[in-house]
Structures are given as structure tokens and as C-alpha cells.
């Protein structure tokens, strides 16, 4: 399957779960481990986690593998490994505490999806 299309998969899920302040940044040329990292806002741990399931389940009903989901119900971060792109669920503080748009570089933002 083409990154495009994994993409659009992933965008799909996380508006239909109303993610929020959708980012995908394009780190292909800067990252050894993925081509693209999306980062969005989750309103609570609880909203995090339905985000997450919601993003696997899309992702399995498309013959997709997913390598893993890292991160607690109670932490705020849920991190959805899918190979070439990197999910980040995370809540407003802690979004704004880790500043993963900051870390990769103005440079890197592809889209804002939302």
C-alpha cells in the first residue's frame, strides 16, 4: 500500500473520531524510521483512547498491519506505530509540553488537515 493511501486512511479515521488540530509532517528526509508523523489533539485520556482504537480498526478493515500502539489510558500520549506513518494522540498539555511540531521543524509540516 502507497504512503498516500495510508495517509488518507489515517486522516478518514481521525476526522470521523474528531480528532482535532490534525498535523501530518513529512520527515522522510530527516528520519530513518518514518516518512511521515501525525500529531493531533484528543479533548481527554478517554477521547485519546477511542482515537486510537478507532485509528486500528480502520487500519485492520484495510489489510493493514499495525506494529504497535504505545502509551497509558491515564497518560495523555497514545502513539499508533503503522510502519511508514506515526500517529500521535495527545492531549492540549501535553501537545504543548513535548512540542513534536517544534522538535521536527517548520520545514517538515505537509499539511494541517483540520
Do not use: P
Not at 24 to 37: G, P, Q
Request: hydrophobic content about 40%; overall charge negative.
Amino acid at each position: 500500500m502507497s504512503n498516500k493511501s495510508l495517509s488518507q486512511i489515517c486522516n478518514f479515521s481521525l476526522n470521523e473520531s474528531k480528532a482535532e488540530n490534525i498535523l501530518c509532517l513529512n520527515v522522510e528526509e530527516i528520519s530513518s524510521f518514518a516518512d511521515e508523523i501525525i500529531i493531533v489533539t484528543a479533548n481527554s485520556n478517554r477521547h485519546a483512547a477511542s482515537v486510537s482504537q478507532k485509528l486500528v480498526e480502520h487500519l485492520k478493515q484495510n489489510n493493514i498491519n499495525v506494529i504497535g500502539v504505545e502509551g497509558e489510558l491515564d497518560s495523555g500520549w497514545i502513539l499508533v506505530d503503522c510502519g511508514d506513518i506515526i500517529v500521535n494522540i495527545m492531549k492540549q498539555d501535553q501537545r504543548d509540553f513535548y512540542d513534536l511540531e517544534g522538535l521536527w521543524g517548520e520545514n517538515s509540516l505537509l499539511k494541517k488537515l483540520n
